[in-house]
């Protein structure tokens, strides 16, 4: 799927992870949306903290399937260096159960010669800022930079030796599990105006009807469905929501808002769209897929570059006169390559902020070249 943003956020995010690591860092807690744990793992995150011992927290629970919670807490559980607690607004007092795994995650630190320090990161939408405002107005005090370290950095101190660095949500450029990006796209990770509502409404769809049948049923008071196809059922939903137009044909795009919203809403029940044993297949074909397409891009490159006999080739000819000009060759995978690694000189960059924005405001920074209503 196609998704249209422009991570700006990205490399401050990732110069102020590895500030922290360089200034010390004890606990990574990485803040996952409990309703597609897998597809809000940041893989950048993992790259940038390598190591470290990680605290998973699976947030807004309330709104995911609770079985398929405790299927993936006992996953990341079973990792080494791992811990895994479920979390969701309605919690009055998390700090406690936060701190206790961190501390055991870390059991060569604490008192106050050595602190507790705790990385805290999540993409947006995810719930950080509520936690982040739970735990600073009950338990904690905000304080201010520390020396040295990026402004973007906020310290919160939840014990005397227990210290929170918080880090702005971070998406990353490239999501290469094609899944993640519908499942992102349909839990309110990414901006309205970054993807095409009816695609992400026919995933959601498909999935829910294998996995969430009868939910999708009872709310829209649905007889069989298996004889429909996906678009037929989100045409009997537009019809069930009023989703009709002129003429009595169904206004698809409305169906897929309400779906997405009423499945936000947890309207449907509480949903979750992957488990950890699908996730991982996800990935593999992912993984399989990108290194096909980089053997692909590499192949292209040498083929352009054999000189022929008698001469070099048109490719070739052309391949020079761009080095030359200091031009890239413009290949796509080149460019997408480019995306998983872009330089930090884009820093100085005056780019509006994605977590800033909040995640429905990602069509301000999406590029000027998204179609319309895309
Ligand atoms: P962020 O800092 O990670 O970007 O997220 P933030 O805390 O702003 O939370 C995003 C939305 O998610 C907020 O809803 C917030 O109330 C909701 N939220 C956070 N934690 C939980 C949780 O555990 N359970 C549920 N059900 N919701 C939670 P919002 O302000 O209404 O924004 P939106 O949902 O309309 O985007």
């Known amino acids: 799927m196609a998704i249209h943003w422009f991570p700006g956020h990205m490399n401050s995010t990732r110069n102020a992870i590895n500030e922290r690591m360089k200034a010390g860092l004890d606990v990574v807690i990485e803040m996952l949306d409990a309703r597609c744990p897998g597809s809000s793992a940041n893989p950048l995150l993992a790259k940038l903290t390598e190591g470290k011992p990680t605290l998973k927290l699976l947030n807004k629970q309330d709104l995911a399937d609770p079985e398929r919670t405790t299927r993936w807490l006992a996953h990341y559980n079973a990792q080494p260096d791992t811990r895994a607690i479920g979390l969701d607004a309605s919690n009055r007092a998390p700090a406690q159960a936060l701190i206790k795994a961190c501390r055991e995650l870390a059991p060569l630190r604490g008192g106050m010669v050595k602190p507790v320090r705790v990385l805290i990161c999540g993409i947006p939408n995810v719930g950080k800022s509520t936690l982040i405002n739970t735990l600073a107005s009950k338990r904690a005090a905000k304080t201010g930079d520390e020396p040295g370290i990026t402004k973007l950095e906020q310290k919160i101190v939840l014990a005397e030796d227990f210290y929170l660095f918080d880090t702005p949500g971070m998406l990353w450029p490239r999501i290469s599990v094609e899944e993640s990006g519908y499942n992102l796209a349909a839990s309110g990770a990414i901006g309205r105006n970054a993807f095409d509502e009816e695609e992400v409404a026919l995933e959601l769809l498909s999935y829910l009807r294998r996995d969430y049948a009868q939910a999708l049923i009872e709310r829209y008071k649905l007889g069989d469905i298996s004889a429909l196809n996906d678009e037929d059922l989100l045409g009997a939903i537009g019809k069930r929501r009023g989703a009709v137009l002129s003429g009595g044909r169904i206004n698809m795009q409305k169906a897929a808002e309400v779906l997405i919203y009423e499945f936000r809403q947890n309207i449907l029940g509480r949903i979750t769209l992957e488990t950890p044993e699908e996730f991982m297949q996800w990935q593999a074909k992912a993984e399989l897929a ?53 330089s930090t000189e884009a820093e100085g960059v005056d780019t509006p902020q994605v977590s800033d924005l909040g995640a429905d405001t990602h069509e301000q920074v999406r590029p000027a070249s998204a179609p319309d209503g895309a």
């Not at 590499?298 to 048109?314: D, S």
């Not at 052309?318 to 000009?325: R, T, V, Y």
């Open 290 to 342: 990108e290194a096909e397409r980089k053997l692909k891009a590499e192949k292209r490159k040498q083929k352009t570059k054999t000189p022929q006999r008698g001469g070099p080739t048109v490719a070739a000819v052309a391949d020079e006169d761009q080095e030359s000009d200091g031009s890239d060759s413009g290949d796509q995978d080149d460019q997408d390559d480019q995306g998983d690694e872009v």
